[in-house]
């Protein structure tokens, strides 16, 4: 593939991680179920997560924060993505 694709996709897709925080707020569909049957309350994490929320610690302006916990994890995929591209392309 094109190497430009690449980081066009790349630059498209931390741009929509930048204005994540514009989505909805409401709960989705499993969490909505969850706090309707009152079982939300019962369940825990079995591993804290390190963007809990959606949000990078020690960001106090949420929207920064949520921008920033979308980017990483775009740049954390993309990069697991690419080392699995260099590892199974033929030689």
């Given at each position: 593939?094109?190497?430009?694709?690449?980081?066009?996709?790349?630059?498209?897709?931390?741009?929509?991680?930048?204005?994540?925080?514009?989505?909805s707020?409401?709960?989705?569909?499993?969490e909505?179920?969850?706090?309707d049957?009152?079982?939300?309350?019962k369940?825990?994490?079995?591993?804290?997560?390190?963007?809990?929320?959606?949000?990078?610690?020690?960001?106090r302006?949420?929207r920064?924060?949520?921008?920033?916990?979308?980017?990483?994890?775009?740049?954390i995929?993309?990069?697991?993505a690419?080392?699995?591209?260099?590892?199974?392309?033929k030689r």
């Amino acid at each position: 593939m094109n190497r430009k694709w690449i980081l066009a996709g790349l630059g498209l897709a931390l741009m929509v991680a930048a204005l994540s925080f514009l989505a909805s707020t409401a709960p989705d569909g499993l969490e909505r179920v969850a706090k309707d049957q009152h079982f939300d309350a019962k369940s825990g994490a079995a591993n804290p997560a390190p963007l809990a929320a959606y949000t990078v610690p020690g960001v106090r302006r949420r929207r920064i924060s949520t921008a920033l916990a979308g980017s990483a994890g775009v740049l954390i995929v993309f990069a697991l993505a690419a080392g699995l591209a260099l590892i199974l392309r033929k030689r």
